[in-house]
C-alpha cells in the first residue's frame, strides 16, 4: 500500500483521509442551518378586544395564543375576536411574526429564525435541501468529466478554490434566494472535491488494502460529522458557521496544494498515456519507499510506443456491455440505500426530539455501518455483503410497511435503527464496489454518475418533509418493492475482492460474474517436489541419464 508507514507515507496518509472531515462539516452544514426551533406567534394586542389589551406576560398569552391538545402553544394560529365580544370565535395567522425558543441546533439565529422560514414559509426549507443536494448530485457528475480528462489532483484543488468564495457568498447572502443560489454552487463545488479525493486515494492502494484505506476515510468522514455540533455551540450565529467552515477549506486548499500530501494518479496517468507525467509521479512514490511494481511494468511496455494522450469519454460507457451494466446496478443499489433510508428515521424522530440527540444517532447508525463493512466486505466478498445489507434493508422495510400498527414500540424501533444502518452499508459499499469494478479511463465519470443517483436518493427525505404532503406511504412503498429489485440485480455483479482495478474499457468489458456461494479454486503455488526431495547436487543425477540414453534398448518380453 502506497498510504502508511514511513513519514513520507504519513503525509500521503493524511492527504487521502483528513480532508474528509473538513469536506464532512460542510456536508453536515445544512443540519444546523435549517434546524427548526419550536415556536409561537407574537401576541398581537390589535386583535384583542380593548378590555385584554392591558394584559401583560402568561395572562396575554392565554388570551392571545391557543394551545394545542397537548398544552403547547399553537406555533402558527392566533385567537380571533369579533367586534366588541370577550371571548374568540376563532384562529387565525400570525400578524407579528414568531417567538422561536433558542438555542436550535446550538445557534442563536439559523436561516429559519433569520427569514422565518415557518408555517406558511415553511416548505423553503425543504427548498433549500433540495437545493443544496442538486449541487451534489451536478457537482458529482460535472467532477467525474473533469477527473478524466484532466487528472485527479487538479479537480480536487479547483473544488476547493471554488468552494472558498462561495462559502463566503452563503455566509453574506442578504436575502433567502441568494442562499439558494450559492447553497447549489457550495454543494458543488464539495461534491467535486470529494469525488477527485476518493477516486485518487483508492487508485494509490493496492489491492489488499483499498477497502480499509476506504473505510478510514469514512470515518474520518464520521469525525467531521460529530465536529458539527460542538463547532456550532463555538460560533452561536449561522453566518460565523459557515464562515469558520469555508475558512477551514481554504487552509485545506493552502495545505493541499503542496504535491507531497496528494500526488496525481499514476494509475490514470498511464491509463491515459502520459508517460513523462507518470514517470516522474511512480519515481517521486519509490523516492518515499511506495513503489508500484505493476504500475512500473506497465511503463516499461508503453515506453516503447510513442506517448500519445488518450483520453475517454461519458459515452463509451453507454457503449459498453459489461460496464455499463455494472455501473446501473450499482447506481440503482445507492440510490435505494439513500433513498429508502427516510423510511426508518422517520419513526426514530419521536424518540429523539433533540437536535443533538437525533444527529447523534444518525451519525452514530452511519459508524456501525462502516465498521461492519470494514470487517466483513474483504473476508467475504463485496458481493456477498451488499446483498446481505441489501436483504436486510428490504426485510426490515416491508416489515415496518405491514405491520407497524400490529408491533411493539420497541421492535418497531430495532427494526427502524437495523434498517438505517443497513441502508449506510448499502449506500457506502455499492459507491466502492463501483470504484473498483470501473475501469481507470472512466472510472471519474462512472462514480459520479453512482454518487449523483446517491444524492437524487437522499432527496426524498426533505421532499417528503414539504407541509400537507400525502405521498410517504407511495414513497415507502415504491422504495420496499426497489429494494427486492435491487437483490435480484446484485447477483449480476463481478466480484473485485483482492483484483486489480481494470484500466482500460476492455480491462472492465472482461469482467465475468462468479458463483455466488462457491468460491473458484485457489491457484497451487506447492513445487512439484517437496524440498527434501530435490537434490542439492545434480552431478549424479545428469552422469546416470546419460548412462540410460548410450544403454540399448532391453530386449521386449514377447
Known sequence: MSLGGSRPRGRRAAGGWAPCAALALGWALGWALGAEPPHRCRPDTALLPPPLRRLGGSALLRAAV????????????????PLGAPRPNGTGPCTRGWHYALPAAGLRANLVTQWDLVCASRWKVPLEQTTQLLGWTLGSVTAGLACDRFGRRPTFLLSLALAVPVGLGVALAMDFLMVLVARLLFGAALAGAFLALYVARLELCEPPHRLGVTMVAGFFWIAGELL???????CRDWRVLQGAVTMILALLAACWWCPALLLESPRWLLATRQLERARKTL???????????????????????????????????????????????????????????????RNLVPHLPHFFSSHLALVGTEAAACLFVCLTAERFGRRAILLLCTVLTGISSLLLLALTQYLLELIVLTLSVVGTAASHAVTMLSI????????????????????????????????????????????HVVFASFAILAVLSIMLL???????LPQSLQDGESQRRPPLFRRPPREDHLPLLAPHAIPRDYSGLASSTKRMLRSPDPPREM
Open 494 to 500: 463481478p466480484e473485485s475482492q483482492g483484483r486489480s
Open 66 to 81: 391557543p394551545r394545542l391538545p397537548r398544552g403547547a402553544w399553537s406555533p402558527c394560529q392566533l385567537y380571533r375576536y
Open 432 to 475: 466502492f464496489f463501483a470504484s473498483e469494478v470501473l475501469p481507470t479511463v472512466v472510472r471519474g465519470a462512472g462514480l459520479g454518475l453512482v454518487l449523483g443517483a446517491n444524492f437524487v436518493g437522499k432527496a426524498a427525505a426533505p421532499i417528503t418533509a414539504i407541509p400537507n404532503s400525502r405521498g410517504f406511504f407511495l414513497h
Open 228 to 234: 458539527l455540533p460542538g463547532l456550532a455551540l463555538l
Open 283 to 345: 519515481q517521486a512514490l519509490a523516492e518515499d519507499n511506495c513503489p508500484q511494481d505493476s504500475l512500473l511494468t506497465e511503463l516499461e511496455a508503453l515506453s516503447e510506443e510513442p506517448p500519445r494522450p488518450r483520453y475517454h469519454s461519458v459515452c463509451e460507457i453507454c457503449s459498453s456491455r459489461v460496464i455499463w451494466k455494472n455501473g446501473v446496478i450499482l447506481g440503482f443499489a445507492a440510490f435505494i440505500g439513500s433513498g429508502i433510508r427516510h423510511c426508518f428515521t
